[in-house]
């Protein structure tokens, strides 16, 4: 194995900067990870690449970038106590303190330790490189049938929205409306499907978004962006509105509009970043009964959950990946993520 690696790092100005660094030695409870596939994510864009307006959990220390990576172990340090070189995992992308109440949960997102929160690609080294460090606690094996660009994407993609979606239970009862068909809305597209919803609508502004939705069969209905959408989604469900609905787009109108084209009981989730909203709580929630959940990221016990599922289904979630770069090629890769022109974007540093 060489001594040097090439990594890319964000330095704020919509570019990428290429660096050639040392290969790092795993230390004790660590891990050396191949790199084979890491995914682009949306907060990438919003808070790291145009610019560095991320505070505190979404504050980057000019490390090597990268949040959702998948790989082989090609080394392992002294002291781990269950994965090994040759094992194929997924990087839960945030490491905590292992001991406090959320982490304890699983929820190392929510880690309330200062000093031992450090998500990968913001706070620590992450996966836009030839290799990585991780911490053996915060891996997920990658079953055989799930690829590596599989596997990028169950921690910060599937396993979001897989997370929201349990919390507010989605069965073959539901009309399900989704706001944002970006990559996480495709994920929610996706998962829905095999968690048996009875219609899924979708709703973007950008008309390639939905067509690679209806491409992909992960909705059933599309709708552009507009101000009829809560007319129109009634329209779709004999005039009732939906059971479910999922929130990613972040969008303040789309928001109130989710929650309006909701049915009496319904159920709403969170799960766009940033942004606001504004309703009007009798009439929009209170006397019909509905009920807003948020939802941050997911556990890494859900994570293990979601991946057995996912070899269960045959639900390959590399398949809302449209494009995928060399390591060498990672400026072009961000370039593409920030124009939204794309589904899911991946860089694979092992060249597959
Ligand atoms: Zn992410
Ligand atoms: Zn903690």
């Not at 944002?180 to 499907?193: E, N, Q, S, W």
């Not at 609905?245 to 969170?270: H, L, P, Q």
Request: aromatic letters at 6%.
């Amino acid at each position: 194995m060489s001594e040097m690696m090439r990594a890319a790092y964000l330095p704020g100005n919509s570019t990428v900067v290429m660096r050639t660094v040392p290969v790092p030695r795993p230390g004790h409870g660590e891990v050396l990870i191949a790199v084979k596939a890491s995914t682009i994510c949306g907060s990438d864009i919003r808070c790291i690449y145009h610019e560095h307006l991320g505070k505190g959990p979404e504050g980057y220390q000019g490390v090597i970038a990268g949040h959702e990576p998948a790989g082989l172990i090609v080394d392992a340090g002294s002291g781990c106590r269950r994965f090994k070189a040759g094992d194929r995992v997924i990087v839960y992308h945030i490491s905590g303190c292992g001991v406090c109440n959320d982490c304890r949960r699983g929820f190392m997102i929510s880690c309330t330790n200062p000093v031992y929160r450090r998500a990968y690609g913001w706070q620590r080294d992450g996966g836009m490189a030839e290799y990585m460090i991780a911490e053996e606690k915060d891996l997920i094996a990658l079953p055989d049938s799930l690829s590596y660009a599989d596997g990028a994407q169950v921690a910060c993609g599937f396993g979001t929205v897989y997370e929201g979606l349990e919390k507010i239970g989605i069965s073959g009862n539901d009309a399900v409306l989704i706001t944002g068909l970006g990559p996480v809305g495709l994920a929610a597209g996706a998962l829905c499907r095999k968690l048996g919803a009875q219609k899924i609508i979708g709703i973007d502004i950008s008309s390639e978004r939905l067509d690679l939705a209806v491409r992909l069969g992960l909705c059933d209905d599309v709708l552009a962006s507009g101000p009829d959408n809560a007319a129109e989604v009634r329209e779709l469900t004999d005039g009732y509105g939906v059971e479910r609905a999922v929130d990613c787009s972040a969008n303040a109108e789309a928001r109130a509009m989710a929650i309006r084209a909701t049915r009496k009981w319904g159920k709403v989730v969170m799960i766009g970043e940033g942004g606001s909203v504004t309703f009007q709580p009798s009439s929009d929630i209170i006397h019909d009964q509905k009920t807003i959940y948020g939802s941050w990221v997911t556990s890494t016990w859900r994570m293990e959950e979601l991946v057995e599922r996912l070899v269960r289904w045959e639900l390959h979630p590399e398949e809302i990946i449209t494009h995928r770069f060399s390591l060498e090629q990672a400026g072009e890769a961000y370039a593409l993520m920030a124009s939204g022109r794309c589904g899911k974007v991946a860089v694979c540093p092992g060249g597959n």
